[in-house]
């Protein structure tokens, strides 16, 4: 039974503003895309896109690893790049191997991808010289302190304390 007066958690977030702004840049790429007529093209795609220009084609594993993902994350997301004409599987070295490798579509405008990288680079690079606390630095140090205690385990002692969590 859901108790009407019970206060909703959701309106309190410290990392809200972080997802809105990272998505708030995310749709000003997009935007970038859109004017240069490059349609139907997701920012999450580019850099396994440009993965692929540089070192050819690669097995899902190969391309997951080579970015930081996970299998079944990578799996999904060249499943939306293949959906959308950006990528194509081949067979590969033995019969059991498909490799993911670019459409005539990618290739065309793999250069520009590149070239918006280094814009995007460079953007981000002028941003942090204008604040006092760089977002990298943010990042590195949130991964030094969680090198010592993991979110996990943050999670776990702060559940710990709360009955409702019983």
């Known amino acids: 039974m859901v108790d009407p007066h019970a ?5 309190e977030s410290l ?4 997802r809105l ?19 139907g093209l997701k920012p999450s795609f580019v850099m396994e896109l440009l993965r692929l220009h540089a070192h050819g084609p690669m097995t899902i594993s190969e391309l997951a690893e080579s970015v930081g993902r996970t299998h079944s994350a990578l799996s ?5 790049m293949r959906a959308g004409g950006w990528v194509r599987t081949v067979p590969g070295d033995d019969a059991r191997s498909k490799k993911v490798t ?3 579509k ?7 991808l590149a070239a918006e990288w280094r814009a995007t680079e460079a953007a981000i690079a002028e941003i942090e010289g204008e604040i006092p606390y760089p977002l990298s630095r943010v990042v590195a140090d949130i991964e030094h302190v969680l ?7 943050r999670i776990a002692e702060k559940l710990a304390e709360d009955p409702a969590w019983e």
């Open 7 to 11: 206060p909703d958690p959701t309106h």
């Open 15 to 18: 990392w809200r503003p972080l």
């Open 21 to 39: 702004l990272q998505a708030s840049m995310d749709a000003d790429i997009a935007r970038v895309y859109s004017d240069k007529r490059i349609k």
């Open 76 to 80: 999904q997301k060249v499943a939306a």
């Open 102 to 104: 670019l459409t005539d």
């Open 106 to 112: 990618a290739r065309g405008v793999v250069g520009r």
């Open 147 to 153: 090198a010592r205690k993991s979110f996990h385990d």
